[in-house]
């Protein structure tokens, strides 16, 4: 039985048996039940074929999607959580803060149950809903309206006791608190950013990790790793398992600083992928390539997986925070079953996430005014606003060129080649009249531009796919900064609330100054992830444009030189 769907977010197919869905777009949905997370349905414009699960909200029969978006409220959501909500989370949670992040294990390539992959936590957590928009690192919040929901791959909500502010007891008593954000939704409260900044992040007895951020030419910048390094990704091959039941890919993966390769499937790379959202709250972590929901291990697919594994892998060792956080070193050097499974655990049982992660990093002793840092902010948030809409008109652009390359040029190149060959034919018919010499000729010139039309449609892999996947890794980069900065602003705003209570007596000045030193640490590692990216992406963009110029010179150069080699055989006729 056919069901009423809208969409929740944007998606742009990448297959034949996918189709385009745009935001709050009404579909038909065939059937309720998932498919590896993917649905069946028909979008407004007719077009039938499979759509992400968690980009679709489904609307119970009886309730018009125009008013779908009252169906859920907070109050709604707290027993749906009660009934999700397992004891063996619940154990989880008493754990701590860091523990309390579990990776969706979810994905269409868990195929798992061999000893290498047994992720030996078989409980899910819920994550509560956004109140629109996509999660921070650019996912789509959980969707419970539907019984197949799954969580998404970002923070998980997870209760935790309440704690007290040493620092402002007294002044409390005398409700001069700073208030809490209402909207607890908000990726400010679910982040923690806004408990670090109020002081309710409790110091640890001993910090192992410390991230340092130094002042720069351009401001704070990132403290290089004392231990550069890179990391190739190669030699994609299809293992199966089960006397071949089950399929997947690995690939081999050779860290320059390491003495052996390893091997990781791309499940592996999900894993990891979690716990670095789950741990570093105020930093942009690279996309993974997405996720297909067929024709997994066709060569093409396997081929663009590849590419884009190494770009990901290329901004991972380059950046100096995430290039030595211990669970990527342990993914690039562990060989062993046993170390595999002890070091997962223990990266799953990191305390230090989230806004505890906020306590590892060592800040400049410079003094920075916080209005400067405000606006400097701002003018980011203008900037990456402006690349995130350039990155997909060029994207869009590059897309529909490849599409050109494959089809249209090739065809049109193709019915060239073919009137040449029919002139050809046709000076034939007469043969006291006909010139050998001529008739190749314009017969092999046919045949030029027939291979002219070949070389068009293999023109891509060259040039506009390397584009594609440089566009492609950005879009991911920029779309986590607008929760990043709404993190920022949400330090400042508390900034400005503490001091107005100050200044009329409702708070202590010192408390007051607490939250303005904790505000200058998120401050300080924005603008230094702010000034990586900007590192990065003269780099990469220069890189990309060069490959491009130089692939597009050498393919009108070897056009020309078929061109030039026909043209020569009309010199002596």
């Known amino acids: ?10 998606f742009r197919s990448e297959n034949k048996e996918e189709i385009s869905i745009q935001q709050d777009e009404d579909l038909v949905i ?13 979008n407004s414009r007719g077009e039938t074929g499979l759509f992400p699960a968690s980009y679709v909200e489904i609307i119970p029969a009886g309730i ?10 907070p109050a709604d959501f707290s027993s749906t959580q009660v009934s999700l909500y397992s004891p063996s989370v619940a154990s989880s949670a008493r754990s701590g803060v860091g523990s309390g992040f579990l990776s969706n294990q979810g994905s269409f390539e868990d195929d798992d149950d061999d000893d290498w992959d047994d992720w030996d936590d078989g409980c899910t957590v819920v994550e509560e809903p956004r109140a629109g928009g996509l999660g921070t690192n650019g996912h789509p919040p959980l969707n419970l309206s539907y ?20 620092d402002s007891l007294a002044s409390a008593k005398r409700g001069s608190v700073v208030g809490r954000n209402l909207n607890r939704f908000s990726c400010f409260v679910r982040s923690g950013v806004e408990a670090f900044i109020l002081g309710d992040v409790p110091m640890m007895a001993k910090i192992a990790e410390t991230y340092s951020i130094e002042m720069g030419p351009r401001g704070p910048q990132w403290k290089a790793n004392p231990h550069p390094f890179a990391c190739s990704v190669e030699d994609p091959t299809k293992q199966t398992k089960f006397k071949g039941i089950k399929s997947y890919i690995s690939y081999k993966l050779t860290p320059t600083h390491a003495g052996s390769p390893v091997y990781r499937r791309y499940k592996h790379f999900d894993w990891l992928y979690n716990r670095l959202l789950h741990k570093f709250t105020v930093i942009s972590v690279p996309h993974l390539p997405e996720k297909q929901a067929t024709g997994r291990f066709e060569e093409d697919f396997i081929e663009k997986r590849k590419r884009r594994l190494i770009l990901w892998m290329d901004h991972m060792t380059s950046h100096p925070v995430l290039s030595q956080y211990e669970g990527f070193q342990h993914f690039l050097s562990c060989l062993d079953a046993k170390q595999w499974k002890m070091g997962k655990r223990r990266a799953e049982r990191d305390e230090m996430v989230g806004a505890s992660f906020l306590l590892t990093f060592q800040i400049p002793t410079e003094h920075q005014d916080l209005q400067d840092v405000e606006d400097r902010v701002d003018t980011f948030k203008a900037f990456s606003k402006k690349m995130d809409d350039s990155v997909l008109q060029l994207s869009t652009v590059a897309s529909e060129l490849v599409r050109k390359h494959v089809g249209g040029f090739r065809k049109e190149f193709q019915k060239l080649g073919s009137a040449f060959q029919a002139i050809s034919h046709a000076f034939q018919m007469d043969p006291p009249f006909s010139s050998e010499a ?8 046919g045949r030029t531009y027939e291979a002219v039309g070949e070389m068009f449609a293999e023109q891509p892999k060259n040039d506009l796919f390397q584009m594609l996947d440089t566009l492609s890794l950005y879009q991911g980069l920029l779309s986590n900064f607008p929760d990043i900065i709404h993190l920022q602003k949400g330090a400042f705003a508390k900034v400005k609330e503490s001091q107005r209570m100050s200044d009329e007596g409702r708070m202590a000045q010192d408390e007051a100054d607490g939250i303005r030193r904790r505000c200058r640490v998120v401050g300080f590692a924005l603008q230094a992830e702010m000034n990586h990216f900007h590192q990065r992406r003269e780099l990469d963009f220069k890189h990309m444009m060069q490959n491009y110029l130089r692939q597009q010179i ?9 061109l030039e080699k026909t043209l020569r055989m009309y010199d002596h006729l």
């Open 1 to 10: 039985m056919a069901l009423k769907g809208r969409a929740l977010y944007d």
């Open 147 to 166: 019984p197949g929901a799954y969580p998404s791959q970002h923070m998980a909500f997870r209760p935790k006791p309440p704690l007290e502010r040493q």
């Open 438 to 445: 001529l008739n190749s000729a314009i017969s092999h010139t």
């Open 30 to 42: 065939f059937s309720e039940t998932s498919l590896d997370g993917w649905l069946q349905g028909q």
């Open 554 to 562: 050498l393919f009108y150069q070897r056009v020309g030189q078929q």
């Open 64 to 73: 018009s999607p125009n008013h779908a978006d009252n169906s859920s409220s």
